[in-house]
C-alpha cells in the first residue's frame, strides 16, 4: 500500500467537512428539492431551509440576518461589492472611483480594472515590503472621496494580515464605504464584524470545508449598493436568481464551525507552520520568508528558494505526493511573478522561485513531516537542473 499524499494547498481550496455536508445531503435528495420562492410544502421547506442557514451565519458572526447575501463564491461578491457600491455612488452624483491594494485577489483588481473602463476611476495603492498598506498613501486617496476603498483581511499568497480595523476606520471617518475580502481570514484570525460597521465583507464557502459555488457578501446597507444581476426580486433584488439552498445551508454549517473553532484551530495551524517554517531554514538556510515581517495568519507559509522555480518545484514535488501552489491558484501556469510579490518588491528571482504551502482542517504533524523532507529534496534536485542547463548553455 503507498504512502498517503499531503494536500498543502488549502488556501487554494479545502475538502468538504463530514459535518456540512451530512447538512446538506437532505436538500440533494428527492424530498426537500423545492424552489424557495414556491407557495408550496415544497418550496415552504426549502424557505424556512435557506432563511434559517442566513440566521446560522449571521449569527456565527455576530451580524443580524438580513445582512447576508448569499453568491456564486468570493469572485461574484467581490464584484458586487466594488461595482455596486461605484453604480450606486455614481446614481447618487457621487464620485464613481475605487481604491484597491496592489496586492488584491484578482478578483477585486479586476473589478477596478472595471470600474475604469466604465468610465469611473481606479485607485491602486501601495504596499511596503512587508505586505502591509501605506496607510498615508490611504489618507491620500480618501481626500478624493472615493465611493468605495478595499483591502483584503489576509492575503491569499502570503498570508500576511492587513490593519482592517484601522483601515475601517479611516474610510467611515472620510465617508467612504469600506470592502474586505476575507475569504482568508474566516476561522484563521479573530474576525470581529462589529469593530467594522458599516463595512462590507466576502466570505466564500470552499475555503472553509463547505463546497465550492457558493458564498454570501455581508452587506450592512442594502441602499448603498446597486445589483449588478438582474432578475426577480430574490435577496431584496440585490442578488435576484433561485437561492442554492443546499449551499446556502452547508456555508452556513461551515461558517458556525469554523467560529467556534477558530481560537483552537489557529494555534493548532500556527503550530504546524511554525514548526514546517522551522524545519525549512534549517534545511535550506537562504530560504525567504515572505511577509515574515508582518502578522500572518497561521495557514499560509511562503517561502522562495534562490537558484530554483516554482513550476519546477511543484512538478517534484507532486512527484513526491506533496500538493503546493506557486501562489494564488488563480494565477496559476502564468509565466510572470504574482503581483503581491511584485508589489512587494521581490526580485524576480526570488518571486519565481517561491511556493506556497498552506494548511487547513485535515493537516497534521505527519503533513509538516512529510513536506519538511520533500521541499528541500526537490530544492536541491531543481538546482542540480539548473546548474546542468547553464552549463549546457554556456
Known sequence: MGIAPVYLDHAATTPVRPEVRDAMLPFLGEETFGNPSSAHRWGRAARAALEGARRDLAGALGLAPTTVYFTSGGTEADNLALLGTVA??????????????????????AAAHEVGRQGGTEFLLPVGSDGLLDLAALDEALARHPAVVSV?????????????????????????????????ALGKVPLRMERLPGALATISGHKLGAPKGIGALLVPDRDRLAAMIHGGGQQ?????????????????????????????????????????????????????????????????LS????????????MHLDLAGVAASSGSA???????????????????????????????WRSGPEDVERAALAVPEAAAKVRRLSRVLGRAQA
Open 88 to 109: 450606486a455612488a455614481r446614481d447618487a452624483g457621487r464620485p464613481a472611483s475605487a481604491v484597491v491594494a496592489a496586492t488584491e485577489h484578482k478578483a477585486i483588481l
Open 152 to 184: 483584503m483581511w489576509v492575503n491569499n499568497e502570503t498570508g500576511v494580515i492587513q490593519p482592517v480595523e484601522a483601515i475601517a476606520a479611516r474610510c467611515r471617518a472620510a465617508g467612504t464605504m469600506f470592502h474586505t475580502d476575507a475569504v482568508q
Open 236 to 300: 431584496r433584488g440585490l442578488r435576484p436568481g433561485t437561492e442554492n439552498v443546499a449551499g446556502a445551508v452547508g456555508l452556513a454549517r461551515a461558517v458556525t464551525l469554523a467560529t467556534a473553532e477558530a481560537d483552537a484551530e489557529a494555534a493548532r495551524l500556527a503550530a504546524l507552520r511554525d514548526d514546517l517554517e522551522g524545519r525549512l531554514r534549517t534545511a535550506l538556510p537562504d530560504l525567504v520568508v515572505h511577509g515574515a515581517a508582518a502578522a500572518r495568519a497561521p495557514h499560509i
Open 303 to 314: 517561502v522562495a528558494i534562490p537558484g530554483t522555480d516554482s513550476e519546477a518545484m511543484l
Open 330 to 360: 488563480c494565477t496559476t501556469g502564468a509565466v510572470e511573478p504574482s503581483h503581491v510579490l511584485t508589489a512587494m518588491g521581490v526580485s524576480r528571482e526570488l518571486a519565481v522561485g517561491t511556493i506556497r504551502l498552506s494548511l487547513g
